[in-house]
C-alpha cells in the first residue's frame, strides 16, 4: 500500500511544483512601460511623437482660479483692484500661496451642479461646457457691461485650473487621491506620484475612469505599449481616477520573482521529503 502511496504523492507533488514554476514568475515584459512596437516606426526611440491633446471642457466639481486687473481707476475703485504691475486678483488674495494641502479648495471657485461659479459683484456665471479661454472672454464681456472703456489693452483677465485632482486606487504603492498644482499632467507622472504600481499590476489594461458632463466613462489602457503617448488618454484630467487591477499570480498566492518563487519550492521540496518519509 505504500509503494502505491508513495509515487502518487511524488506524482502529485511534482505536478505542483511544475504548475507553480509556470505560472508564478512575473516576465519583465509585463511590467516594463514604453515597449516599442516593431510594426510602428514612429515610436521609435528620437522620433518625435505627436501629442492628441483633447480640449478640456469646465464641467461640475472643477475648481478655477480667475485673476483680473486694469488699469481702469473707477473699474478698480469699485473691485479693489490694483494696476496690472502689481499682483491683484479677486478672491484668491492668499491662495497662490502652494503650502502644501489643496491650496485652490479655499480660495477658488467651484463649478456647482449647474456649472455656474459666483464671482465678486459680478454674480453667478454660467462657465460649465466651456473652455478656460472661453471663460475668460465671458468675464471681460461680462465686465464691459458696467465698464465700457474696458478693452483687452487696459483689462486683463486669466482663468486657470486651480490644480489637477486625480485618484489611484488598486495595485498602487501609494494610492489616494493627489492635487497637482500644474496646467499639464501625464499618466507616468500621475503614477509617479503614487509610488508607481506594484509588481503585480496588471500594466497591460489599467482602467481610466474620467468624468465627462454627461457622466463617467471607463477606458481600458495598455501602459506597456508606448503608443499611449499619442492616444488622448496620456494626459491626465481633473477628477481622473486610475484603477490597476493585479495579475492572477497573486491569487495563486506564488512568488512575484525568481528568489521568491525558489524560497517557496524549497519550502514545498522539504514538505515532499517529509510526506516521502512518512510513507515509508
Same mark, same amino acid.
Given at each position: 500500500?505504500?509503494?502505491?502511496?508513495?509515487?502518487?504523492?511524488?506524482?502529485?507533488?511534482?505536478?505542483?511544483?511544475?504548475?507553480?514554476?509556470? !505560472?508564478?514568475?512575473?516576465?519583465?515584459?509585463?511590467?516594463?512601460?514604453?515597449?516599442?512596437?516593431?510594426?510602428?516606426? !514612429?515610436?521609435?526611440?528620437?522620433?518625435?511623437?505627436?501629442? =492628441?491633446?483633447?480640449?478640456?471642457?469646465?464641467?461640475? =466639481?472643477?475648481?478655477?482660479?480667475?485673476?483680473?486687473?486694469?488699469?481702469?481707476?473707477?473699474?478698480?475703485?469699485?473691485?479693489?483692484?490694483?494696476?496690472? #504691475?502689481?499682483? /491683484?486678483?479677486?478672491?484668491?488674495?492668499?491662495?497662490?500661496?502652494?503650502?502644501?494641502?489643496?491650496?485652490?479648495?479655499?480660495?477658488?471657485?467651484?463649478? =456647482?451642479?449647474?456649472?455656474?461659479?459666483?464671482?465678486?459683484?459680478?454674480? %453667478?456665471?454660467?462657465?460649465?461646457?466651456?473652455?478656460?479661454?472661453?471663460?475668460?472672454?465671458?468675464?471681460?464681456?461680462?465686465?464691459?457691461?458696467?465698464?465700457?472703456? /474696458?478693452? #483687452?489693452?487696459?483689462?486683463?483677465?486669466?482663468?486657470?485650473?486651480?490644480?489637477?485632482?486625480?485618484?489611484?486606487?488598486?495595485?498602487?504603492? %501609494?494610492?489616494?487621491?493627489?492635487?497637482?498644482?500644474?496646467?499639464?499632467?501625464?499618466?507616468?507622472? /500621475?503614477?509617479?506620484?503614487?509610488?508607481?504600481?506594484?509588481?503585480?499590476?496588471?500594466?497591460?489594461?489599467?482602467?481610466?475612469?474620467?468624468?465627462?458632463?454627461?457622466?463617467?466613462?471607463?477606458?481600458?489602457?495598455?501602459? =506597456?505599449?508606448?503608443?499611449?503617448?499619442?492616444?488622448?488618454?496620456?494626459?491626465?484630467?481633473?477628477?481622473?481616477?486610475?484603477?490597476?487591477?493585479?495579475?492572477?499570480?497573486?491569487?495563486?498566492?506564488?512568488? $512575484?520573482? $525568481?528568489?521568491?518563487?525558489?524560497?517557496?519550492?524549497?519550502?514545498?521540496?522539504?514538505?515532499?521529503?517529509?510526506?516521502?518519509?512518512?510513507?515509508?
Amino acid at each position: 500500500m505504500n509503494c502505491i502511496n508513495k509515487p502518487k504523492a511524488l506524482g502529485i507533488i511534482l505536478c505542483f511544483v511544475g504548475f507553480l514554476m509556470m !505560472s508564478s514568475c512575473i516576465s519583465n515584459k509585463r511590467i516594463i512601460y514604453l515597449q516599442k512596437a516593431k510594426s510602428d516606426a !514612429s515610436l521609435n526611440d528620437d522620433t518625435l511623437i505627436q501629442y =492628441n491633446i483633447p480640449v478640456y471642457r469646465l464641467q461640475y =466639481n472643477d475648481i478655477v482660479d480667475v485673476q483680473i486687473r486694469t488699469s481702469i481707476p473707477e473699474m478698480n475703485a469699485v473691485f479693489g483692484l490694483k494696476n496690472p #504691475d502689481e499682483p /491683484a486678483m479677486i478672491g484668491n488674495q492668499s491662495g497662490m500661496m502652494q503650502s502644501g494641502g489643496d491650496a485652490y479648495y479655499m480660495t477658488g471657485y467651484t463649478l =456647482n451642479q449647474q456649472g455656474e461659479i459666483k464671482l465678486p459683484f459680478i454674480g %453667478k456665471l454660467g462657465i460649465g461646457g466651456l473652455t478656460l479661454e472661453e471663460t475668460e472672454k465671458k468675464i471681460t464681456e461680462r465686465l464691459g457691461v458696467y465698464f465700457k472703456k /474696458a478693452t #483687452d489693452e487696459n483689462l486683463y483677465v486669466k482663468v486657470k485650473l486651480g490644480g489637477i485632482r486625480f485618484s489611484t486606487f488598486g495595485e498602487f504603492n %501609494k494610492p489616494g487621491r493627489y492635487v497637482i498644482l500644474q496646467e499639464r499632467l501625464t499618466i507616468f507622472e /500621475a503614477i509617479a506620484n503614487s509610488g508607481d504600481m506594484t509588481t503585480i499590476a496588471k500594466r497591460n489594461k489599467v482602467l481610466l475612469l474620467r468624468q465627462y458632463p454627461d457622466g463617467t466613462r471607463i477606458h481600458a489602457l495598455d501602459l =506597456n505599449n508606448r503608443d499611449i503617448i499619442k492616444s488622448p488618454y496620456y494626459f491626465i484630467q481633473p477628477n481622473d481616477q486610475l484603477y490597476a487591477e493585479p495579475m492572477r499570480v497573486r491569487e495563486l498566492g506564488a512568488g $512575484t520573482n $525568481t528568489g521568491q518563487t525558489i524560497q517557496i519550492l524549497v519550502t514545498i521540496l522539504s514538505a515532499a521529503a517529509v510526506i516521502v518519509g512518512l510513507t515509508k
